[in-house]
């Protein structure tokens, strides 16, 4: 199956890769089906495309290679829903918002994106009572020696 995407034009599809957020995306809740795209050779960023909005797509990246002691608990609800049986199979992605200039970039964190490999499950998890924001820089000082630590 052939889809358009925001940033990589015509792609051919797996339908195995097809990521399903059952309730959307908070903002985009008749977006359901995502695939997740490489933006850069390092592995640092990807992309969240919607497989039926070609313009709907999201910047993510793995939390714990910018913040190494981010953590947080996946709430039982949502361990649920997800079908996790096996921490294993989960992987967890943050939205980025790029902003010029490159260094005021930030990471999501109080809004995971948390999917099951296993079930390609996903859902966003709004962590309610957290001590993190929805905007952390992740080109600090801190972050860089959080990344070579």
Same mark, same amino acid.
């Given at each position: 199956?052939?889809?358009?995407?925001?940033?990589?034009?015509?792609?051919?599809?797996?339908?195995?890769? !097809?990521? $399903?957020?059952?309730?959307?995306? /908070?903002?985009? /809740? *008749?977006?359901?089906?995502?695939?997740?795209?490489?933006? #850069?050779?390092?592995?640092?960023f990807?992309?969240?495309?919607? !497989?039926?909005? @070609?313009?709907?797509?999201?910047?993510?990246?793995? /939390?714990?290679?910018?913040?190494?002691?981010?953590?947080?608990?996946?709430?039982?609800?949502?361990? *649920? $829903?997800?079908?996790?049986?096996?921490?294993? @199979?989960? #992987? !967890?992605?943050?939205?980025?918002?790029?902003?010029? /200039?490159l260094?005021?970039?930030?990471?999501?964190?109080?809004?995971?994106?948390?999917?099951?490999?296993?079930?390609?499950?996903?859902?966003?998890?709004?962590?309610?009572?957290?001590?993190?924001?929805?905007? $952390?820089?992740?080109?600090?000082?801190?972050?860089?020696?959080?990344?070579?630590?």
């Amino acid at each position: 199956m052939k889809i358009n995407t925001k940033y990589h034009g015509e792609i051919e599809l797996n339908k195995k890769e !097809v990521i $399903h957020f059952d309730q959307g995306i /908070p903002g985009f /809740p *008749e977006d359901k089906e995502y695939i997740i795209l490489q933006l #850069t050779d390092d592995g640092v960023f990807y992309i969240l495309q919607s !497989v039926n909005t @070609d313009q709907l797509a999201f910047i993510i990246s793995n /939390p714990f290679s910018h913040f190494k002691e981010y953590e947080f608990l996946i709430p039982n609800d949502d361990q *649920e $829903h997800l079908k996790i049986d096996n921490p294993e @199979d989960v #992987t !967890v992605f943050s939205i980025i918002t790029l902003v010029e /200039p490159l260094a005021n970039t930030t990471a999501n964190l109080q809004a995971p994106l948390v999917i099951n490999l296993k079930t390609n499950k996903g859902k966003q998890i709004i962590l309610n009572d957290s001590i993190y924001s929805t905007k $952390h820089k992740i080109y600090t000082k801190e972050a860089s020696d959080r990344r070579e630590g």
